[in-house]
């Protein structure tokens, strides 16, 4: 992963591409069935650009578009997520980053070392990892 989608912080602001935190390239090696979704999804993709035709419009290169190829809005993704987190009753998870949280918790269960988890979640140093984690354990 080399860039994020970020919206600008301020009234209107427009969606771009932006480097990452530490701008380093960050490489992760997704489990199987998150690769079968990101695979499921690249289809309905091809699919959203045979019926848009001259309207497709995937400049940025994003992985989830709308039916155009463009970005998903922040409030479309932030509704969809409530939706799901509903449905699953788990109603009372508020933001979509406790998910990276929880990921990381559920890793250290697993026994991932802390190294493996520092680099798939983007950080400088193993160190901030564990003064991160360590403590919400």
Excluded: C
């Excluded at 490489?27 to 979704?37: E, L, Q, T």
């Excluded at 995937?58 to 989830?64: E, S």
């Excluded at 699953?88 to 998910?99: N, R």
Aim: glycine content about 6%.
């Amino acid at each position: 992963m080399r860039k994020q989608l970020q919206k600008e912080r301020k009234k209107g602001g427009e969606y771009r591409r932006v480097n990452l935190k530490n701008d380093r390239i960050r490489r992760i090696k997704p489990a199987s069935f998150v690769m079968d979704v990101l695979k499921a999804e690249q289809r309905k993709q091809k699919e959203y650009r045979l019926r848009a035709g001259t309207i497709w419009d995937n400049g940025m290169n994003l992985v989830f578009t709308n039916e155009l190829g463009r970005y998903q809005s922040s409030s479309t993704v932030y509704k969809s997520f409530k939706r799901i987190v509903a449905s699953i009753g788990e109603a009372d998870i508020v933001v979509m980053h406790g998910l990276r949280h929880t990921f990381a918790m559920l890793s250290l269960q697993m026994g991932v070392d802390f190294k493996t988890l520092q680099q798939e979640m983007g950080h400088a140093t193993s160190s901030f990892t564990l003064d991160v984690y360590l403590q919400l354990d």
